[in-house]
C-alpha cells in the first residue's frame, strides 16, 4: 500500500495578503488529487503564531514567500527557522527517510543568509514584474527544469537580492547555482543568483514558480490592483505581465513544471525508501 503522503506549509506572508499562498495551496492539492495518491496539507504561519510543523509528522515542505528585509530582526521565528532548517539537512545526513523542502524567495533568502552562502541585500530598485531566468550550466541538467526553455519565464517580486556567492561554502554543502536573473549588458551590477540546489532534497527558487497564471490574470484585473501597479511600475510594465501570463510557454510552463515535478520526484523517492525498508 502507498504511504500516504503529509505536506507542510510554511507561511512565511505575516499576515498579509498573498496570492503566492493560494498557489501553493492550488499546487499541493491538485498533486494530492492525482489517481492511487492519498494525503493532506497543513498550513502553518511562521511569522505570527510562530507556527512550526513536526519535522516527523511530515514528507514535505513547501516554504513561501513573504515581505520585509530577509536579514534577521531579532524576531523570535527566525532562530526557530534556522533550527528547523538545520534539522532538515542533518536528517538528511543520517537517516535514509528523506524530507524533501521547497524555499521560495523570502524563504530562500533566510536560507542562504544562514547557511552563509553569498550577500544578500537590498536592490538598487524592486525587481517586479514577469522576468526572464537564465540556466546555468548546472540548471542545464537540472531535473526540475527539464521542458522550460532558455530562458524560462516567471514572476519575480522582490526588494532584495542573493550575489557574491561564497564558492567555499557552497562547495562544502554541494550545493549548485541552477539559475540567475536576466542578462543587463548595459548595466553595471552583479546578476542575482535565482535558483539553487542545496541538496539532492532540498531546493529553492528566489522568483516564484508557484505563480497560476489564470489567478493572477484574474488578480491583476482587479481596478485597484492595476491602477496601483501602473502607478509604482508604470503602464508598460503592466501590459507586458498580462501578456506574458496569457502566454502558454511562459509562467503557465513555469507553473505546470517546477514544483509539480518536485512533488513528483519527491513521492517517487519516497515509494523508492518504503520499498527499500519494507
Known amino acids: 500500500m502507498n504511504p500516504k503522503i503529509k505536506i507542510a506549509i510554511l507561511d512565511m506572508n505575516a499576515g498579509r495578503e498573498n496570492e503566492g499562498l493560494r498557489c501553493i495551496k492550488q499546487l499541493a492539492g491538485r498533486f494530492l488529487s492525482q489517481e492511487n495518491i492519498e494525503g493532506h496539507y497543513d498550513i502553518f504561519d511562521i511569522r505570527i503564531k510562530n507556527e512550526f510543523p513536526d519535522l516527523y509528522d511530515y514528507d ?157 490574470l484574474h488578480y491583476f484585473s482587479n481596478e485597484n490592483k492595476k491602477d496601483l501597479i501602473i502607478h509604482n511600475h508604470g503602464e508598460e510594465k503592466y501590459n507586458g505581465m498580462v501578456k506574458h501570463l496569457q502566454d502558454e510557454d511562459s509562467i503557465k510552463l513555469t507553473e505546470k513544471t517546477i514544483i509539480p515535478l518536485f512533488l513528483a520526484h519527491a513521492y517517487e523517492n519516497i515509494l523508492k525508501n518504503q520499498t527499500i525498508l519494507s
Open 60 to 216: 514535505i515542505f513547501l516554504s513561501s514567500g513573504g515581505p520585509g528585509d530577509p536579514q534577521p530582526q531579532g524576531d523570535e521565528w527566525e532562530q526557530i527557522y534556522n533550527e528547523f532548517l538545520d534539522k532538515i539537512y542533518n536528517h538528511n545526513k543520517e537517516n535514509h527517510d528523506k524530507k524533501y523542502l521547497f524555499l521560495i524567495c523570502h524563504s530562500f533568502q533566510l536560507a542562504c543568509i544562514h547557511w552563509e552562502l553569498g550577500n544578500v541585500c537590498k536592490r538598487k530598485s524592486t525587481s517586479f514584474g514577469v522576468m526572464p531566468i537564465h540556466k546555468t550550466i548546472y540548471g542545464t541538467t537540472e531535473e526540475l527544469f527539464k521542458g522550460l526553455h532558455e530562458p524560462f519565464w516567471a514572476v519575480d517580486s522582490r526588494d532584495y537580492q542573493l550575489i557574491q556567492p561564497n564558492r567555499e561554502n557552497l562547495n562544502i554543502m554541494g550545493a549548485k547555482i541552477l539559475a540567475k536573473e536576466k542578462i543587463r549588458p548595459h548595466i553595471a551590477l552583479e546578476r542575482a543568483i535565482m535558483a539553487i540546489r542545496f541538496t539532492d532534497e532540498i531546493i529553492g527558487t528566489q522568483f516564484h514558480p508557484e505563480a497560476d497564471a489564470e489567478g493572477m
